[in-house]
């Protein structure tokens, strides 16, 4: 018996988006370039091979590929890269999609960033409709910054954060944990956020892709350790608050502030995954940590009427699994995932 059986799709009847264990696909991440003009060390090599622009999806053909996830039941829709600011002309598409958000079809449309781009953006995005926004900032020390992106210049990324904070963005900041690193900031990176009226999430490092001058064990801090060190300095108290993705929440009773954790490694969070990840190519992965892929460029190139982009999308939710491979530890030296996280998309 095929465990995969290629499913029929009706045109007149596009059904809502179930995986084989009922979970609704309801959270398309969406990547609109590989590019980033950051080298961060725990997410890419220095000296980075970039897609031709000739394999990217057109503006159109990302407009086209969204909606078409929308007519099926999708009602979050978070834009990422590499550095998404980055793409030419991505205010386009940012408006484009906003009818979505206009005809109800639609929630949430919002944007994963580093910020060296928000303050020129910021303003307009929120004029598409996007109200709430992820940037990622590590350190609050500015030579500890450059150090770990490479090329980034801190004053402009915080620059940033305060032009979205005045154009009325919902603003949460995310830290990877790093061993050795940023470990002493862990406090400060939480009081910095809620200050500001900011939800702090934390992340562990993931293994994807290979990176220079070490191994991800060196970097891996559970996230465990990071609550530890917050309990020291704050309580912290279980809330229910979700945001869609895979973050589990606390209340800081001192600040008022929210903190979230997210663990793929020490507690995945696979039971109630509803997100699927399509990259600036095109390509499909139905989970962030398996290799397993569907091509939706080829149908949405070869077909106008939307029918066989359809069918491809059922296929491959058909073989969305139930869980991720993630492992992290000095036997296994090969990164999980081959591929990087800029070229899945953040």
């Known amino acids: 018996m095929n465990p995969h059986p290629k499913i029929a799709y009706d045109p007149t009847a596009p059904a809502p988006l179930l995986d084989p264990f009922g979970r609704a696909i309801s959270y398309l991440r969406v990547s609109v370039t590989d590019r980033c003009d950051f080298r961060c060390v725990y997410c890419m090599s220095e000296h980075m091979q970039f897609l031709p622009r000739r394999d990217l999806l057109t503006l159109e053909e990302l407009d086209r590929l969204c909606t078409a996830f929308i007519e099926r039941g999708t009602r979050k829709l978070r834009i990422t890269g590499g550095e998404p600011l980055m793409r030419r002309d991505i205010l386009s598409l940012f408006e484009r999609l906003s009818r979505h958000l206009l005809s109800g079809r639609l929630e949430e449309l919002t944007l994963t960033t580093n910020g060296s781009q928000l303050e020129r953006f910021a303003r307009a995005l929120a004029d598409c409709g996007v109200n709430r926004i992820n940037v990622s900032l590590d350190t609050l020390d500015a030579e500890r ?94 809330i229910d608050y979700r945001s869609g993705g895979p973050a589990r929440y606390m209340r800081v009773a001192e600040t008022g502030g929210r903190v979230g954790f997210i663990t793929p490694l020490s507690h995945n969070f696979c039971e109630s995954c509803n997100r699927v990840r399509v990259t600036c190519t095109g390509t499909l992965f139905m989970c962030l940590g398996q290799e397993d892929a569907a091509d939706l460029r080829a149908p949405l190139r070869a077909d106008p009427s939307d029918v066989s982009l359809n069918a491809a999308i059922d296929e491959a939710i058909a073989r969305k699994p139930k869980g991720h491979d993630f492992v992290i530890d000095r036997a296994t030296r090969a990164p999980a995932v081959a591929r990087h996280m800029s070229t899945t998309g953040g």
Do not use: C
Not at 193 to 199: L, T
């Open 145 to 238: 910054f450059r150090q770990l992106t490479r090329t980034g210049d801190h004053a402009r990324v915080l620059a940033g954060i305060d032009a979205a904070l005045r154009a009325g963005l919902s603003v949460k900041l995310n830290a990877v944990a790093l061993k050795g690193v940023n470990e002493d900031e862990f406090v400060a990176l939480t009081r910095f956020a809620h200050e500001r009226g900011m939800d702090m999430t934390f992340i562990e490092v993931m293994p994807l892709g290979e990176i220079d001058g070490g191994e991800r064990i060196d970097q891996y801090v559970p996230l465990t350790l990071v609550r530890e060190r917050l309990a020291e300095r704050f309580t912290l108290a279980e």
